[in-house]
């Protein structure tokens, strides 16, 4: 698994795609937090809080973990070196493993820079300081949670087509509907509004947002990871047979 997982973070800064990846995503949300007028606007909040960089960063995660992932095995599909790949020493779950870790690791150094809008806020409150940094640490927490979930679905979607552009646009479909998709099922049936927005990666990332790590959270995005991390094994085994 470790030769993969090294193979996959070569791939991703011997080229422009590691090095594209994070300057995107820190210039989208430095513009949106501290450029762009509007609602996402640090600034003109009057707040000292980082709750708009968390309400942005799930819908550009949306669209840019999919951009990593979607080479995964669809690449490898197109190359024909699939095959290839499953004749090395190492389980089908070690490859799996090995290539969501890699793109796993590329976004969360991504977010790595962005603990430098803690200090700027935490420097801009009145008092210095005043920021609450339980909600903070939970909503960072809740993000790498998030991370693990858009990845897999990734990983997943890589390996049902060669096409690179297809498994980007499922990937973006599915990591939608996962994201928002139940909260806009939720609003039409009231009788059961919590427990089907419940089913949703908005309503746990919220919960953990708040600061309190609810173990039903965790739970929740484990179980979603390795469900797909579980789909994209049976899928390559069932290439493989």
Not at 148 to 169: C, D, K, M, P, R
Request: hydrophobic share 55%; charged share 10%.
């Amino acid at each position: 698994m470790k030769s993969i997982l090294l193979r996959e973070i070569k791939s991703f800064f011997g080229s422009p795609i590691g090095y594209l990846v994070i300057a995107v995503f820190l210039l989208l949300n430095g513009l949106f937090l501290w450029v762009f007028e509007g609602d996402y606007n640090i600034l003109n909040s009057g707040f000292a809080d980082l709750s708009p960089f968390f309400t942005i960063a799930p819908w550009i995660l949306i669209f840019l973990i999919p951009a990593v992932t979607m080479r995964s095995f669809s690449d490898e599909k197109k190359q024909g070196t699939i095959e290839l790949l499953m004749t090395k020493p190492l389980s089908v779950w070690q490859i799996v493993n090995g290539k969501f870790l890699g793109a796993f690791l590329l976004i969360v150094i991504a977010i790595i820079p962005t603990f430098i809008y803690v200090y700027v806020i935490s420097t801009l409150g009145m008092p210095e300081g005043n920021i609450d940094m339980g909600s903070t640490m939970g909503s960072y927490f809740g993000l790498l949670f998030l991370i693990a979930g858009y990845t897999a679905v990734g990983v997943f979607t890589s390996t049902l087509s060669e096409n690179q552009i297809v498994a980007f646009i499922l990937s973006v479909f599915l990591c939608f509907v996962l994201y928002f998709g139940f909260d806009g099922i939720a609003t039409f049936v009231k009788s059961m509004e919590d427990v089907i927005a419940s089913l949703g990666m908005n309503y746990h990332f919220k919960s953990m947002s708040r600061g309190v790590i609810d173990s039903r959270n965790v739970i929740y995005f484990v179980s979603l990871t390795i469900l797909f991390l579980s789909m994209t094994v049976y899928k390559l085994k069932s290439l493989k047979s």
